[in-house]
C-alpha cells in the first residue's frame, strides 16, 4: 500500500503545481532540493525517484516556507530537522518571521516580495480602469520604458499593472513619470548584478544548477529590496 502511494517526480510535480498554481515549481527545483538534503525519495533499482507522503508534505512545507515567510533554505531545513527529531517547528500560519526590520511597520516589502506569477492578461482599456490611471499617464509610462505589452502580445501582465497603479499613486504627489526613470534604471542595474552573480551557476554542469541559481535569485533579489528599504529610511530621516 504504501509503495502504491509513492510518486514519480513527474506526479510529484503535477500535484504541487496543482496545489499552488501560483510558484514556478519545475523539476530542476525538485532535484535541488533533494541535492540541498531537504528531501531524500526513494530510487527505484532503475535510479527513478519515488516521493512518499512523507516527502510530499516535506515538499508543501518547505514552499509554503518560502512564499509565506521568505525564509532562506538553510532555516528550513533547521525546520525540518526540527521535526525529524519530534519537535515543533515555528509555525508557517502566523506573522511572516523575516529578519527584523526588513518589512518595517507597514509591511509593504512583504508585498513587493510576493511574485504575480499567474499568467494576467489584461487590455489596455482593463489596465487604465483598474489601475485608475488615464491613458494619458499610460501613453508617458510606456514612453518612458516604464510599462510595457507582454512579448508578442498586446496584452498587459501583472508587473504592468502593478507598475501603473503605483504611478497613478504618485502622480497625485505630483510625481511624473519623467521622475521615475531613475527607478527604471536603478532597477535594470540590480537586475544586471543579480544576473552577472547567478550566470556562472546556472551554466555549470552539476546536478541541480538551475534550482540554486533561481534560488539564488531570490535571496539576491530579497536583500536588495531590503537594501533599499534600509538606505531610502536612513535618507528620510535627514528630511525630519
Request: cysteine-free.
Amino acid at each position: 500500500m504504501r509503495q502504491a502511494a509513492r510518486k514519480s517526480i513527474g506526479q510529484a510535480l503535477a500535484d504541487l503545481t496543482a496545489e499552488f498554481p501560483d510558484e514556478d515549481i519545475k523539476e530542476s527545483k525538485l532535484r535541488f532540493l533533494e541535492s540541498e538534503g531537504l528531501v531524500n525519495p526513494e530510487r527505484t533499482p532503475s535510479g527513478y525517484r519515488k516521493y512518499s507522503v512523507e516527502d510530499m508534505e516535506r515538499l508543501r512545507y518547505i514552499i509554503r516556507a518560502q512564499r509565506e515567510q521568505y525564509l532562506p533554505l538553510k532555516v528550513i531545513k533547521e525546520h525540518l530537522d526540527a521535526i525529524d527529531r519530534g519537535l515543533e517547528p515555528p509555525a508557517l500560519n502566523g506573522a511572516p518571521q523575516v529578519p527584523p526590520g526588513a518589512l518595517g511597520e507597514s509591511g509593504a516589502l512583504a508585498d513587493l516580495l510576493r511574485s504575480e506569477r499567474g499568467d494576467v492578461r489584461i487590455s489596455r482599456r482593463e489596465l487604465v480602469k483598474t489601475a485608475g490611471i488615464t491613458e494619458e499617464l499610460l501613453d508617458q509610462l510606456e514612453g518612458f520604458g516604464l510599462v510595457r505589452t507582454r512579448t508578442g502580445s498586446k496584452h498587459y501582465d501583472a508587473d504592468a499593472l502593478q507598475v501603473a497603479k503605483v504611478a497613478g499613486e504618485l502622480a497625485a504627489f505630483g510625481v511624473e513619470p519623467r521622475h521615475l526613470r531613475a527607478f527604471k534604471t536603478a532597477a535594470d542595474r540590480e537586475v544586471g548584478l543579480v544576473e552577472q552573480i547567478t550566470s556562472p551557476i546556472r551554466r555549470s554542469r552539476e546536478d541541480g544548477a538551475e534550482g540554486r541559481a533561481a534560488q539564488a535569485t531570490d535571496e539576491i533579489a530579497g536583500l536588495s529590496l531590503r537594501l533599499h528599504a534600509a538606505l531610502v529610511r536612513a535618507g528620510l530621516k535627514t528630511l525630519r
